[in-house]
Antibody
């Protein structure tokens, strides 16, 4: 079955750029589907960050669009998130997921990113 | 942008009882675009219901979804101990693709 695993730094300084990668196993990204990033601040709800199609078409949350870049590397079977100009409000668990039936399924386990000096 | 409002914020019930969770959209949405998730502490959300009423693979039949237009409901017919969690609804917009979540309903043991 499809499995996703996020990786990246757990601590990033304010004003810096966050880079996360989502490794996909059990399915070749090049075969299709949309893939997405979602985040969840500690104790709060879910926020969609953006999505990418295997051919590279991207769609971003308008509230984050100016700071977000999502890319895909089909040769490595992974997709990535870059979020710039970080502030402490970007502290969250970041999830990657496959898009299915208009929702996200399955999800990675998530990775906690703390923005602090 | 579609805003989803879930109610109640917290629902306190006992095992064996019936749970009814509400999700209201700020404007009429297609039933095919409404999804429900369950999230337990320390875990990623799990897809429960898509298309407003279709259970995802492996989801017990005590979970059911209904609704149309602006009002949608997730019902758990007979609560099991493992059902106490936070539940989120989510809408999928297709032009352009965009996703919005409700703020969640916490289902806690009474």
């Amino acid at each position: 079955q499809v499995q996703l695993q996020e990786s990246g730094p757990g601590l990033v300084k304010p004003s810096q750029t966050l880079s996360l990668t989502c490794a996909v196993s059990g399915y070749f990204i090049s075969n299709g589907y949309y893939w997405g990033w979602i985040r969840q601040p500690p104790g709060k709800g879910l926020e969609w960050i953006g999505s990418i199609y295997h051919r590279g078409n991207t769609y971003y949350n308008p509230s984050l669009k100016s700071r977000v870049t999502i890319s895909v590397d089909t040769s490595k079977n992974e997709f990535s998130l870059k979020l710039s100009s970080l502030t402490p409000e970007d502290t969250a668990v970041y999830y990657c997921a496959k898009l299915e039936y208009g929702g996200f399924d399955p999800w990675g386990q998530g990775t906690l990113v703390t923005v602090s000096s | 942008e579609i805003v989803l409002t879930q109610s109640p914020g917290t629902l306190s019930l006992s095992p064996g009882e019936r749970a009814t969770l509400s999700c209201r959209a700020s404007q009429t949405v297609s039933s095919s675009s409404l999804v429900w998730y369950q999230q337990k502490p320390g875990q990623a959300p799990r897809l429960l219901i898509y298309g407003a009423s279709t259970r995802a693979t492996g989801i017990p039949d005590r979970f059911s979804g209904s609704g149309s237009g602006t009002d949608f409901t997730l019902t758990i017919s007979r609560l099991e101990p493992e059902d106490f969690a936070v539940y989120y609804c989510q809408h999928y917009g297709s032009s352009p693709p965009a996703y919005s979540f409700g703020q969640g309903t916490k289902l806690e043991i009474k």
